[in-house]
């Protein structure tokens, strides 16, 4: 059994992709092995998302999703670095021997040791903005969405924060067909954390395009 200290990460977003970059370098294939475990095949940008749900304009889809097959540099092939490689699979289980080993277990029932474990999974959710796990699927699942958008006459969107109003504006720019509406428990539409006269501003733009927003429900 190899006695390299083992490194496992957990996940294939930002967080992960950046950290198993940035060791990939560092490391010394000697003493360190580094696996990244993911449950997608590809790396989503998720800015992206509000608008490639919406439309097939510009061809932003091609730009916004990156099989993992080079993430360790443009010479490297099939997910292999100098230290890291990219697993494809679904952790269900860590299992903790002490602070410094134990191991993950995957779906299929394989399991890995670590010595080191980071745990970057972020978060789930349903709907158009959630991509599919395997790249193959992410153009049917945007086609769909898409062809939806394209048969409806309005859409709802509850909540008007940084999410619900970009895709307000994507719709009002790029489906200018459908009425879009903005229900929102809030007086002012996005948060807090922007002045009450940037989110007036916002919300007229939107409003000015079409979309209607109602407040404090
Ligand atoms: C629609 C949308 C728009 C956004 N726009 C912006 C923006 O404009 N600016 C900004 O700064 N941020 C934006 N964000 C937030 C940003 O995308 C997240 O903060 C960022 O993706 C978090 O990165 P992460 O690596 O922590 O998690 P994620 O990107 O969620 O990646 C998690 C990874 O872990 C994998 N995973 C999960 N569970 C398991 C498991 N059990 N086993 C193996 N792998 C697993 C997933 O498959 C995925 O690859 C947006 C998010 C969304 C959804």
Redesign the pocket.
Same mark, same amino acid.
């Given at each position: 059994m190899s006695n390299k200290t083992s490194i496992v990460i957990? *996940?294939? *977003?930002?967080?992960?992709i950046s950290v198993a970059k940035a060791l990939d370098k560092r490391l010394s294939p000697s003493k360190h092995s580094l696996t990244m475990? &993911?449950? &997608?095949d590809y790396y989503?940008h998720?800015?992206a998302?509000?608008r490639i749900f919406v439309t097939a304009e510009g061809d932003l889809d091609s730009k916004m999703y990156h099989p993992h097959d080079k993430i360790f540099g443009k010479g490297t092939q099939n997910g292999v670095g100098r230290v890291g490689t990219v697993q494809v699979?679904?952790?269900?289980s860590v299992e903790e021997e002490s602070k410094e080993k134990g191991y993950v277990v995957l779906e299929d029932g394989q399991r890995i040791k670590w010595n080191v474990l980071l745990i970057? &999974?972020?978060?789930?959710?349903e709907g158009p903005?959630r991509w599919p796990?395997r790249l193959s699927l992410l153009k049917p699942h945007l086609d769909t969405w898409r062809e939806r958008i394209a048969s409806v006459k309005s859409i709802v969107l509850v909540g008007g924060g940084a999410?619900g109003t970009e895709v307000a504006g994507e719709l009002a720019d790029f489906a200018p067909q459908v009425k879009v509406s903005i229900v929102q428990r809030d007086t002012l539409v996005l948060n807090a954390t922007y002045p009450d006269s940037f989110r007036r501003r916002v919300a007229r733009g939107l409003e000015d395009r079409g979309v209607v927003i109602l407040n404090g429900d």
């Amino acid at each position: 059994m190899s006695n390299k200290t083992s490194i496992v990460i957990v *996940g294939g *977003g930002f967080l992960a992709i950046s950290v198993a970059k940035a060791l990939d370098k560092r490391l010394s294939p000697s003493k360190h092995s580094l696996t990244m475990i &993911t449950e &997608t095949d590809y790396y989503r940008h998720l800015p992206a998302a509000l608008r490639i749900f919406v439309t097939a304009e510009g061809d932003l889809d091609s730009k916004m999703y990156h099989p993992h097959d080079k993430i360790f540099g443009k010479g490297t092939q099939n997910g292999v670095g100098r230290v890291g490689t990219v697993q494809v699979g679904k952790v269900v289980s860590v299992e903790e021997e002490s602070k410094e080993k134990g191991y993950v277990v995957l779906e299929d029932g394989q399991r890995i040791k670590w010595n080191v474990l980071l745990i970057a &999974t972020g978060s789930e959710w349903e709907g158009p903005l959630r991509w599919p796990n395997r790249l193959s699927l992410l153009k049917p699942h945007l086609d769909t969405w898409r062809e939806r958008i394209a048969s409806v006459k309005s859409i709802v969107l509850v909540g008007g924060g940084a999410v619900g109003t970009e895709v307000a504006g994507e719709l009002a720019d790029f489906a200018p067909q459908v009425k879009v509406s903005i229900v929102q428990r809030d007086t002012l539409v996005l948060n807090a954390t922007y002045p009450d006269s940037f989110r007036r501003r916002v919300a007229r733009g939107l409003e000015d395009r079409g979309v209607v927003i109602l407040n404090g429900d």
